[in-house]
């Protein structure tokens, strides 16, 4: 999902469909695009990381 352009297989969907529930899957997914959203907005404007290891 991170990838550009963002591709999730049918193995990897058949996967998560077995180990979580709909409704957790679509947490999890809306986490990825967030975390993926955020990183690439501080990338946007040079933001480092405060005081972790890059």
Do not use: C, S
């Not at 990897?12 to 955020?38: D, P, S, Y």
């Amino acid at each position: 999902m991170t990838a550009t352009p963002a591709a999730v297989d049918d193995d990897l969907r058949g996967r998560i469909a077995a180990t979580f529930t709909r409704k957790q899957a679509v947490e999890l997914t809306h986490l990825i695009a967030w975390e993926n959203a955020r990183a690439r907005f501080n990338r946007g404007f040079d933001i480092q990381p405060d005081g972790y290891t890059p």
